[in-house]
């Protein structure tokens, strides 16, 4: 078996990436460099590769739990928390670099390609309130609950103490669907109404309640539900 520092430098993935930049390595030789090492009769790269085979592309692999990467030969505790944070930074970027651009939400799609890669793969349930300027731009978000969504763990006055600890002019809601069934469910609609309300009395409108089912959304207001 030929270790990575037996290969020319150009083959090295670190190397390699200073010398010709990131965007010159492969997929595999990416996850080379996030693995670091390989196992006994195997080297990272040959591991990378067989790993990348079996899942196709990096977007199946990124959506894998610790559970599912540890049962991957060669990969243990350690280097499948360095993949899930490495993949978790790539969603949190792609999402705010949309934020911090100071977009102005003019549309549930606007909202939708801002969370999506936050969300869709998530396993479980989480509720978040948006809160928007006057000029209807991302102030700041915040998770109010994770998991099952009720109305004992979604409560109208945690929303709006987010919402006025914030200045926030109107706000959205958005949550997840683990199981990527886009339709709203009674529970939905009835805390959705029930937050509306407050809202009014507030004089802090709710603008949309957003719900993210993997690569897909469904909005509210769209829907006519509010």
Same mark, same amino acid.
């Given at each position: 078996?030929?270790?990575?520092?037996?290969?020319?430098?150009d =083959?090295?993935?670190?190397?390699?990436?200073?010398?010709?930049?990131?965007?010159?390595?492969?997929?595999?030789?990416?996850?080379?460099?996030?693995?670091?090492?390989?196992?006994?009769?195997?080297?990272?790269?040959?591991?990378?590769?067989?790993?990348?085979?079996?899942?196709?592309?990096?977007?199946?692999?990124?959506?894998?739990?610790?559970?599912?990467?540890?049962?991957?030969?060669? !990969?243990?505790?350690?280097? #499948?928390?360095?993949?899930?944070?490495?993949?978790?930074?790539?969603?949190?970027?792609?999402?705010?670099?949309?934020?911090?651009?100071?977009?102005?939400?003019?549309s549930?799609?606007? %909202?939708? =390609?801002?969370?999506?890669?936050?969300? $869709?793969?998530?396993?479980?349930?989480?509720?978040?309130? %948006?809160?928007? *300027?006057?000029?209807?731009?991302?102030?700041?978000?915040?998770?109010?609950?994770?998991? @099952?969504? @009720?109305?004992?763990?979604?409560?109208?006055?945690?929303?709006f103490?987010?919402a006025?600890? @914030?200045?926030?002019?109107?706000?959205?809601?958005?949550?997840?669907?683990?199981?990527?069934?886009?339709?709203?469910?009674?529970? =939905?609609? #009835?805390?959705? $109404?029930?937050? /509306?309300?407050?809202?009014?009395?507030?004089?802090?409108? /709710?603008? =949309?309640?957003?719900?993210?089912?993997? #690569? *897909?959304?469904? #909005?509210?207001?769209?829907?006519?539900? !509010?």
């Amino acid at each position: 078996m030929s270790k990575v520092k037996d290969l020319p430098i150009d =083959d090295r993935p670190r190397e390699k990436l200073l010398l010709r930049g990131p965007q010159n390595l492969t997929d595999a030789e990416l996850i080379a460099i996030l693995l670091r090492t390989g196992t006994k009769g195997k080297s990272v790269i040959a591991m990378s590769q067989e790993i990348i085979a079996k899942e196709s592309n990096l977007a199946q692999l990124a959506s894998k739990s610790s559970a599912e990467l540890i049962k991957t030969s060669g !990969i243990g505790k350690d280097k #499948s928390a360095t993949l899930l944070a490495a993949f978790e930074i790539s969603r949190r970027i792609l999402s705010q670099a949309k934020w911090f651009s100071q977009k102005k939400i003019t549309s549930p799609s606007d %909202v939708a =390609d801002i969370f999506i890669p936050l969300l $869709r793969d998530e396993f479980k349930e989480q509720f978040i309130v %948006v809160c928007l *300027s006057s000029a209807n731009k991302i102030i700041r978000y915040e998770k109010i609950s994770l998991g @099952n969504l @009720n109305s004992s763990v979604v409560h109208p006055r945690e929303i709006f103490k987010t919402a006025i600890e @914030n200045n926030s002019a109107s706000i959205i809601l958005i949550h997840n669907h683990p199981s990527e069934n886009p339709e709203p469910s009674n529970e =939905d609609i #009835s805390i959705t $109404r029930k937050i /509306v309300e407050a809202g009014k009395m507030m004089d802090i409108p /709710v603008f =949309d309640h957003i719900i993210i089912a993997g #690569s *897909s959304y469904t #909005s509210f207001v769209e829907r006519r539900l !509010i």
